[in-house]
């Protein structure tokens, strides 16, 4: 089955203890983003890729880093999370090298920071 | 700079009664432009997709949307609306010409009463 799979759908955590959330998916795709979404802001990029080894920024990128070793897997790491980055995240993929394609989102992993 | 606004935050609806979900842009160039869907505790879904010709766009699940240049809008309807279409609803654009992100609404959400 074509998916975008997020682990863990669920984590508490406390502020300064890295983490590290993965993304896999198995379409092959090129294009993949961290989105995050807040309660009245709707969903903001934190990073995307455009293929293997090229990364860039979004609009919420502070406090997140994220590496693209393999097309299939695209992980957000948080090296010192804070409270402000407790939120709902997503990952996204699509086939081409673009967000303007269909992009096929995970199930969303919930973060809570204390 | 480019935006997205969804000016209503909760729209009730009776089922079978009609469905409009507005969306306004504000974009420089030829935008293109995105309805998702986000089904309670689930990941987004596109729903249909503008990008350039006839400006009557139909989607997945009855969905269709038109764009109108002149009013910068891009509203999604639906002449009959289902239980199972409660869900959350977001607009977003195109941010670049290169097509390297998206620029979300903040959403809106849709209850359907019986």
């Known amino acids: 089955e074509a998916q975008v799979t997020q682990n863990p759908r669920y984590l508490i955590t406390v502020t300064g203890k890295k983490l590290t959330v993965t993304c896999s998916q198995n379409?092959?795709?090129?294009?993949m983003s961290w989105y995050r979404q807040d309660p009245g802001l709707g969903l903001r990029q934190i990073y995307y890729?455009?293929?293997?080894?090229?990364?860039d920024k979004g609009d919420v990128p502070e406090g997140y880093k994220v590496s693209r070793k393999e097309k299939r897997n695209f992980p957000l790491i948080l090296e010192s999370p804070s409270p402000n980055q407790t939120s709902l995240y997503f990952c996204?993929?699509?086939?081409?090298?673009?967000?303007?394609?269909?992009?096929?989102f995970g199930p969303g992993t919930r973060l809570t920071v204390l | 700079a480019q935006s997205v606004t969804q000016p209503d935050i909760h729209i009730t609806v009776s089922e079978g009664a009609s469905l409009e979900l507005r969306c306004n842009y504000s974009?420089?160039?030829?935008?293109?432009l995105f309805w998702y869907v986000q089904s309670p505790g689930q990941g987004l879904q596109l729903l249909l997709k503008?990008?350039?010709?006839?400006?009557l766009v139909q989607g997945i699940k009855g969905f269709e949307a038109e764009f109108k240049r002149s009013q910068s809008s891009f509203n999604l309807r639906k002449p009959s609306v289902h239980w199972s279409d409660a869900a959350e609803y977001f607009c977003?654009?195109?941010?670049?010409?290169?097509?390297?992100?998206?620029?979300f609404g903040k959403g809106t959400t849709l209850s359907v009463s019986s």
């Open positions: 996204a993929s699509s086939s081409s090298g673009r967000a303007l394609d269909t992009q096929y």
């Open positions: 379409m092959n795709h090129e294009y």
């Open positions: 890729s455009m293929n293997v080894e090229v990364t």
């Open positions: 974009y420089g160039a030829t935008p293109y």
């Open positions: 503008y990008f350039s010709g006839d400006t």
């Open positions: 977003a654009v195109g941010h670049n010409q290169a097509g390297t992100a998206l620029i």
